[in-house]
């Protein structure tokens, strides 16, 4: 039973964490229990002992507005390397959470407490949400979770829309950039939102520091760029068990990125075909065109390796047949535009647009079209239709934009409001397509 004591330290290290002081709420809470120091998790744990799927639900309180990537210098901007800088820090702009990872703040419970602790962190939270204190919050829950495989493990945050009620919805997996985390990612993109309004699940894996100081996917290993191993391996399994533990649709399966989530997210196109049934890729770059740093760094700047250009990469050995959307900033300081060509080269559509049409077949149709968004940037979209006139690959170029999720949120970092909505248009792309339709077409 929990006692008059207990209960306040309680309160306070709700209070504490509601506040981001994760560190200081848990220091009241292992305080109050000495005798139980040896059933916590070693200080290095990634994912605790026991893993409570789903069983937190997450209240967002907003995150602080970062400035827009453009505004930022180029080795500001998503922690653009220097020469003298650390090799993992190939992407990214930290931002501190301030919501925090509230199963990552469990950790060091004993599981006789971390029940009762979320049990009255729920229910002190109620008020709260009634009140209006949390209008920014989605109706939906947002909660976290851990998984586990043997080639690794990633704590992870799902999305639940309000609307879901155990039938099988689509599922989109957002991979964040460097130096991000879930939330602020889900922050930035406002996927969450979309969500609400097109009924779909949203999973966002989180790359630990341990993996990557930067917490950067690791898009430039070998290791991490094959099927059934690395990081490609562990993404495919998280995907896979938030489809079966939540019953959603595994034929509308979709997978995006921005920065090193959009290369890893291109990577898994190639690897996992029969898994995800579309692919955005924001501002990142191609499968396999780096196996060690010098060779991303070089591809960053838009170098002339084995995928030096559109011609070339359509003789390189990777391709898809997964439908692709991809976002560049043709200001970009961080990942040279050219990437997004050397992307769409890397997909069938592209590749059919670029064959002699032969007598007797039909073939891919190409348009292009420039637009502008109401006081914000102009772009040009080059679709490749199949011959049934769906979109196959899509490819913005937004003027003026640079490192940043093109139409998101100031409240994320790295995002450009003056954009077209990246996120709507994956959205709608996504739901164009899904597994079992032809792919030869």
């Not at 290791?223 to 495919?236: F, H, K, N, S, Y």
């Not at 891919?364 to 079209?369: D, G, L, N």
């Amino acid at each position: 039973m929990i006692d008059a004591t207990m209960t306040r330290r309680m309160e306070e290290a709700t209070r504490l964490t509601r506040a981001g002081k994760l560190h200081e709420a848990m220091a009241i809470l292992q305080g109050a229990m000495p005798e139980e120091r040896g059933q916590e998790a070693p200080d290095n744990a990634y994912c605790g002992g026991t893993t409570f799927e789903g069983s937190c639900r997450v209240i967002d309180k907003g995150a602080p507005a970062s400035r827009p990537a453009s505004a930022e210098s180029g080795s500001q901007r998503a922690g653009e390397p220097s020469a003298g800088a650390a090799p993992s820090s190939a992407f990214g702009h930290a931002r501190q959470a301030t919501t925090g990872n509230i199963l990552g703040g469990d950790i060091g419970l004993p599981s006789a407490w971390r029940d009762k602790w979320r049990l009255l962190r729920e229910s002190m939270a109620q008020p709260e949400q009634a009140h209006g204190i949390n209008e920014a919050a989605e109706p939906g829950a947002f909660t976290a979770g851990c998984f586990t495989h043997h080639a690794g493990t990633r704590d992870y945050k799902l999305y639940l829309p309000g609307g879901y009620h155990g039938q099988a919805l689509p599922l989109v997996v957002m991979l964040h950039g460097c130096t991000q985390d879930p939330d602020d990612f889900a922050a930035g993109t406002t996927m969450n939102r979309l969500a609400e309004e097109q009924l779909c699940c949203v999973l966002y894996p989180a790359q630990p520091m341990t993996a990557n100081s930067s917490k950067c996917w690791n898009w430039f290993k070998a290791q991490d760029q094959q099927r059934e191993g690395g990081e490609p391996a562990i993404l495919a399994g998280m995907t896979r068990q938030v489809i079966a533990t939540h019953g959603l649709d595994a034929s509308r399966v979709y997978v995006a990125g921005l920065s090193a989530g959009g290369a890893m997210a291109t990577t898994l196109a190639m690897t996992y075909p029969d898994l995800y049934a579309a692919v955005g890729v924001h501002s990142g770059l191609p499968h396999g065109v780096a196996q060690s740093l010098p060779d991303a760094l070089g591809a960053m700047k838009g170098g002339s390796g084995p995928l030096g250009g559109g011609g070339p990469a359509r003789a390189f050995g990777w391709a898809s047949e997964v439908p692709a959307i991809i976002f560049h900033g043709d200001q970009d300081m961080t990942v040279h535009p050219s990437n997004a060509d050397r992307v769409a080269a890397q997909y069938a559509a592209s590749r059919r647009a670029g064959e002699p049409v032969k007598p007797g077949t039909s073939h891919a149709r190409v348009t292009v079209e420039q637009g502008k968004v109401a006081n914000g940037h102009a772009y040009t979209r080059t679709t490749h239709h199949d011959v049934k006139g769906e979109p196959r690959l899509e490819q913005w170029r937004v003027t003026g934009a640079g490192h940043a999720w093109s139409g998101g949120s100031p409240r994320g970092s790295y995002t450009d409001p003056k954009g077209p909505d990246a996120t709507r248009e994956m959205l709608r792309f996504f739901y164009h397509h899904q597994q079992g339709e032809s792919r030869a077409s």
